[in-house]
């Protein structure tokens, strides 16, 4: 199918993650590259970086689950402190407000014990997460005032809420990028063809013009970009840059 062809052998999502890879450098390296050609300013460099990222916003995939995925795993390094923290945190909090029942129920429901602790502790890793971003979110600094007036350590509480943001700061990387368009039509075709070909004939000048400096040659050299990507993999040899 027409629609099918591209003008390069990489997958469109290994192709799109290498020309703004590219196209950072260009920009990086735009007070020497300047001088090459007039048209090429920031302007151009920024127009073709908005350009990239529309391609991937509109026509790739996401995987949604990834961040998840992510999640989990930095979450095994974690798990057994979190658990063991926020269930001593509970067993104190039972202590503490035995003599308030009401407030106690209040506190636990707030802070997401009763919907997602009995979960936790049989190693259900997304209730979890849920857990401590609902502490996270909901321990006010009134409700943490009361709870440190009762003799419970501070730091405890910031350890549980630290363990949420190292959840929350798991960064979500180049593989959250699915090699699945959301349509096959003529204007994907078009459209990543014309950012390839724009990239590519960025990297036939660049690469000549660093010909003597081997570490920025392979900065514009498109195979060279696509293998230090580490995660991609060719379809078939690149045309040499």
Not at 75 to 81: E, K, T
């Amino acid at each position: 199918m027409m629609a099918l062809n591209r003008n390069y052998n990489y997958k469109d999502v290994d192709m799109l993650l290498a020309a703004k890879t590219i196209t950072g450098s260009f920009k990086a390296n735009l007070a020497e590259l300047s001088v090459t050609r007039t048209n090429w300013n920031e302007e151009f460099a920024n127009q073709l970086l908005a350009k990239i990222d529309d391609a991937i916003e509109n026509f790739l995939g996401i995987d949604k689950k990834k961040e998840l995925r992510n999640a989990t795993t930095k979450l095994a390094a974690i798990q057994m402190p979190a658990l063991r923290d926020i269930s001593f945190l509970k067993t104190q909090l039972d202590v503490d407000f035995k003599d308030d029942k009401g407030k106690l129920k209040e506190m636990l429901k707030q802070l997401g014990f009763n919907d997602y602790l009995k979960k936790a502790q049989k190693k259900d890793q997304e209730a979890l997460i849920q857990l401590l971003y609902q502490f996270k979110k909901n321990l006010t600094n009134s409700l943490k005032a009361t709870i440190v007036a009762k003799g419970l350590s501070n730091e405890l509480l910031d350890k549980i809420i630290a363990y949420a943001n190292e959840l929350k700061d798991a960064n979500v990387s180049q593989e959250t990028l699915k090699e699945v368009t959301k349509t096959t039509s003529e204007e994907v075709a078009t459209v990543f063809n014309g950012i390839y070909d724009e990239v590519i004939g960025i990297c036939k000048i660049a690469s000549n013009y660093y010909q003597y400096d081997e570490l920025k040659k392979e900065m514009f050299t498109f195979s060279k970009v696509i293998a230090n990507m580490g995660t991609a993999k060719k379809i078939s040899e690149q045309p040499p840059a």
